[in-house]
């Protein structure tokens, strides 16, 4: 008999979950489908979905500009993350009064997305935001104080004399503080790198153009959330000081070292100061633990007609160094609201009120330099007497470093309010015009008071000084931009502009002293009895300008460019007003090609090349004008108050105009496996004419230099953008890296000859010295100074310095004439690194996300001056300074200040600063609720875990001059040219934070 065997189906199983997006959205609509059938469901408004499959079948999970997942069913929950395409290349990305999908760039243009602000770490501008995340983009905090400056360079250093830092435009108004917003309310920013993309700015965008696009409200999308940290900052303290007993022992033997005192071995410290047990740590004694937090609450949503965003923000830091700190409110509203079928008009606000509290950590040694004192003072000085007064040394001259934080109080506010509105009509398909209206409103008060509590308060009966500062920019804008697909294969896009922009500056200052009471502080500054200074200013510039580009596509393969704008500044001379900027730029798509195709292997393959003309209006006001200037005089020799005197400072010049930069970009974009992988290269050569530089004049002119255009600089260099993912499905990795080298060189100076830049002043009976030139050949940021070969010793002789001693320090003789004088100075140095680069890999597993995120810079040189006072008498190098017994050391036995030979600024001090910093990591969790909560992730962050640096200061990353210029709201010759010195840097520190990201 024959039976049939029994029919056995697979078993069937209820798979649920959750499909969310990288920000932890729940994604509505997403589409799950068993893969190769018809059965399947969409997500539901809370992403959830529900779908009765066979066990071990593959569901397949998409959504319209998302990855598609395939996810084996072998069990019964499944919750998925979609992330957005690989390469994006549908991507809307704004390239400067318009948009463009991505896969249209013919420019150079790198995008750095929201998510980049919010997965962690503290972040308070958009500058921050940029550090170590793009190719091309060099970003370094100069000074790590509370609201600390940042240095931003696109492509390398243009100019000399004027900014090199880029255009900020904020939701298309351009600003020189876009930077300072609330990071949480940026959506995206684009950085237009080459000439092709930055000429529409044309007199201004020869350093770049930072588009900041803010986030907007919308429709049907009612959510409130919030963004916000608490955490420490803890003091990275890379030096080991000598304690007190050393200390003293040192400053008598190197007392004895003076000529006349050999036999005096107590000069400083008398054998009685010699048993005290005071040993005062002073970094110790004027840091702490530091506070730094961030809060931001925004509502985002609309109806289809009336789309809003509100958002509040808090931000506060307060400094490791005590009595130091910064904060800023702010607040934000975006409206974009539809009239008609034709008409949209918008409207942006936005204002912060900053607050901190400041003290000078600049190179320069005035009474208020706190780094100076707290490096090098006296441990055997106690913090506070017994009486409760401050402690001071022997003598009783001066004050402590503590007093000096402490006790003077020094205030500074910013305010910024800028405000938009806009109109869009569409009267026709594809023809839009569009008018707005801006005003930007900025606003600085510093007031500084110097009570009778402190030394130099004390002799001058309180010393008080106020800066009240206004600026206000006012912009005019109106596009015409017409959209035009012919024949199916010929897309034709071109827009036409005008803007007009003035800008008002006024200034007040002035400084008293002689309060009868400090109850005023520099509230009252008529109580005092002596006005040391008064001062005001005012200025204005005018910028009009008219623009037009046109982008044409041919069957979606061939794409073409071209751009030109006129640009009319008052800041020109009278026969140079206006100039004229245009650019082109190629690209052609391959991957459309069918050779292309057949080939299987890119999924993206794009080249470009482009070529632009931009300029950099960014000098003084009255530039070119003969300018006059106030000198006092005196009748009685003390006081300069009987009378002043008005006299001609600068000779006119009216062909005074821009720099201009002269760029070639060429650039390929390649996409992998279905673009999970995608690569940008890019390479570049740009040319700087026109320099802004100070040229000598004829005696017979009446003036020793003037300002001209004379001069050219070069930039060649080669960038990496590389993305991958790596993984999908449950456990998700995905890598991103970029790679950026550029090449520097100064072509011409004309008539000049090398230009010198004079260094801080190391201590108060020490003048500076030179110790950065620029030089036709080399790199601006070269170090210049001596080549140090050691340590003269007993019974040597050296010819180029016949009157050194043993155990002083011994130069080498560069030129060869036998004596070793200023002739002997060289470059011994190089700031600018040789090339710098980011990684960071981004993990996902279940609600489990984990972002660890590297920064480096290798072949950058600084100036270690600070260790010019800390390796002479403060740090443990001192103890291995020369002597009779101790010779085998190449520190010499009384510093560097007293030789008669060379000078301090030598390579003994110029150190490799190269570094590789595990910047943020980031651990995540995202809490799966159920109801009222849409996203709620948590997360741990550390900040600059470890650093990788043979360096020995404070930071690899730190710039004085920089950080000079940034606070004297400038960017200096000293800025660009001066880079890479280190002195009285503010401390680094390591910095751990708990966030919480959640929408209802």
């Known amino acids: 008999m024959k039976t049939n065997a029994?029919?056995?189906?697979?078993?069937?199983?209820?798979?649920?979950?959750v499909v969310k997006d990288s920000n932890g959205e729940p994604v509505t609509g997403a589409a799950v489908v068993v893969k190769g059938t018809t059965n399947g469901t969409v997500t539901d408004l809370d992403g959830n979905y529900s779908i009765n499959v066979e066990e071990g079948a593959v569901l397949s999970y998409s959504f319209v500009g998302m990855k598609a997942q395939e996810i084996k069913a072998n069990k019964t929950v499944i919750n998925v993350v979609l992330q957005e395409e690989a390469i994006g290349l549908d991507e809307v990305v704004a390239i400067g009064y318009g948009y463009v999908k991505k896969k249209d760039l013919t420019g150079a243009v790198s995008s750095v997305s929201a998510d980049d602000m919010v997965m962690g770490g503290t972040v308070s501008n958009a500058a921050q935001a940029l550090q170590g995340k793009t190719a091309g983009v060099q970003v370094q905090q100069t000074s790590k104080a509370p609201g600390g400056s940042i240095s931003v360079r696109v492509r390398g250093s243009n100019s000399i004399s004027s900014t090199n830092e880029p255009l900020y435009v904020v939701d298309g108004f351009p600003s020189t503080e876009g930077l300072n917003i609330n990071p949480n309310d940026i959506?995206?920013?684009?950085?237009?790198?080459?000439?092709?993309?930055?000429?529409?700015?044309?007199?201004?965008?020869?350093?770049g153009v930072v588009l900041i696009t803010t986030k907007r409200g919308k429709s049907g999308e009612n959510k409130i959330s919030y963004n916000g940290y608490l955490g420490v900052q803890q003091i990275q303290n890379p030096f080991t000081f000598i304690n007190a007993k050393d200390y003293m022992n040192l400053e008598n033997a190197l007392y004895q070292e003076i000529e006349g005192q050999e036999g005096n071995p107590n000069g400083v410290y008398?054998?009685?100061?010699?048993?005290?047990?005071?040993d005062t740590d002073w970094i110790d004694v004027c840091t702490r633990l530091g506070l730094v937090q961030d809060h931001s609450i925004q509502f985002r949503g609309g109806t289809e007609k009336?789309?809003?965003l509100t958002s509040l923000g808090y931000y506060s830091q307060e400094g490791i160094l005590k009595n130091t700190d910064f904060s800023r409110f702010s607040g934000r509203v975006n409206v974009d609201q539809t009239i008609t079928d034709w008409i949209k008009a918008g409207a942006t606000m936005y204002a912060h009120r900053e607050q901190s509290k400041f003290q000078a950590y600049s190179g320069n040694l005035v009474n208020s330099n706190v780094l100076y004192s707290i490096m090098t003072y006296d441990p055997t000085v106690k913090p506070f007497n017994e009486d409760g007064t401050y402690g001071r040394p022997p003598g009783g001259r001066g004050d402590n470093p503590l007093a000096n934080l402490m006790e003077r109080q020094n205030d500074e506010t910013n305010d910024k309010f800028n405000g938009t509105a806009f109109v869009e009509v569409s009267p026709l398909e594809g023809l839009t015009g569009k008018a707005s209206v801006g005003v930007e409103i900025l606003h600085q008060f510093r007031g500084t008071y110097l009570p009778k509590s402190t030394y130099q308060g004390g002799i001058d009966n309180g010393v008080a000084t106020t800066y009240d500062f206004t600026g206000t920019r006012q912009v005019f804008e109106g596009t015409i931009n017409y959209m035009k697909t012919f024949n199916k294969v010929h897309d034709f896009n071109a827009m036409l502009g005008y803007t007009y922009e003035k800008y008002v500056a006024e200034s007040r200052s002035q400084s008293a002293k002689g309060f009868s009471t400090d109850l005023f502080t520099y509230n009252n500054m008529g109580a005092a009895a002596i006005k040391t200074s008064l001062g005001s200013s005012k200025t204005e510039n005018i910028l009009v300008s008219f623009f037009g580009r046109v982008n044409y596509t041919y069957n979606n393969k061939y794409l073409a460019t071209v751009t030109v704008r006129r640009d009319g500044s008052s800041r020109f001379g009278a026969n140079e007003h206006w100039g004229t900027f245009p650019s082109g730029s190629l690209a052609w798509r391959a991957s459309e090609e069918d050779f292309i195709k057949n080939l299987n292997l890119f999924s993206n393959l794009k080249v470009r090349a482009g070529f632009g003309v931009t300029g950099n209006e960014r000098i003084g006001d009255y530039a070119s004008y003969a300018l006059m200037s106030n000198t006092r005089y005196t009748f009685d020799g003390s006081t300069n108050s009987a009378g002043v005197h008005m006299n001609q400072s600068s000779a006119a010049n009216p062909n005074l105009k821009w720099e201009t930069t002269k760029q070639w970009n060429v650039g390929v974009d390649m996409g992998f496996l279905d673009n999970r992988i995608s690569v940008t290269l890019d390479g570049y050569w740009k040319k700087t004419d026109d320099l802004l530089l100070a040229v000598k004049l004829p005696m017979y002119t009446g003036f020793t230099s003037g300002q001209s255009n004379i001069g050219s600089i070069q930039n060649r260099g080669f960038e990496l953008d590389f993305t991958s993912h790596n993984l999908t499905g449950d456990f998700i990795w995905d890598t991103k890296f970029n790679f950026s080298l550029n090449r520097n060189k100064v072509l011409d100076l004309g008539d000049n000859g090398d230009i010198y830049i004079r260094s801080s002043k190391p201590m108060g009976s020490v003048s500076e010295e030179d110790f950065a030139i620029v030089r036709e050949g080399e790199r601006l940021g070269s170090i210049f100074g001596y080549k140090y070969i050691g340590v003269l010793q007993q019974g040597e002789t050296y010819a180029p310095q016949p009157n050194s001693k043993p155990g002083d320090p011994k130069f080498e003789d560069v030129n060869g004439d036998g004596i070793i004088n200023s002739d002997d100075r060289t470059i011994i140095g190089h700031a600018n690194p040789d090339f710098i680069f980011g990684l960071t890999n981004n993990f996902a597993w279940k609600n489990f996300d984990l972002s660890i995120f590297f920064q480096g810079s290798i072949g950058n040189d600084l100036l270690n001056m600070s260790n010019m006072n800390l390796e002479w008498k403060r740090t443990t190098d001192a103890l291995n300074r020369w002597t009779p017994e101790n010779t085998n050391t190449d520190i010499p036995r009384n510093g560097f200040y007293y030789s008669q030979y060379g000078g301090y600024v030598n390579d003994h001090f110029v150190e490799d600063a190269s570094f590789l910093r595990l910047k943020?990591?980031?651990?995540?969790?995202?809490?799966?609720?159920?109801?009222?909560?849409?996203?709620?992730?948590?997360?741990?962050?550390?900040?600059n875990l470890f650093t990788i640096t043979g360096y020995s200061g404070w930071d690899p990353e730190t710039d004085t001059k920089a950080y000079e210029s940034a606070k004297q709201g400038s960017s200096s010759q000293s800025a660009n040219a001066g880079a890479g010195l280190d002195f009285n840097s503010y401390p680094s520190m390591r910095t751990y934070t708990f966030g919480l990201n959640i929408t209802f």
């Open 920 to 943: 943020t990591l980031t651990l995540g969790y995202t809490i799966p609720f159920k109801k009222f909560v849409s996203s709620c992730r948590v997360y741990f962050s550390a900040e």
């Open 306 to 308: 009336t789309k809003i």
């Open 270 to 278: 008398t054998p009685s100061q010699l048993q005290s047990n005071v």
């Open 187 to 207: 959506e995206s920013m684009q950085i237009l790198k080459d000439a092709s993309a930055t000429a529409i700015y044309g007199a201004r965008g020869a350093n």
């Open 6 to 17: 029994p029919i056995v189906n697979q078993s069937q199983i209820t798979v649920t979950g």
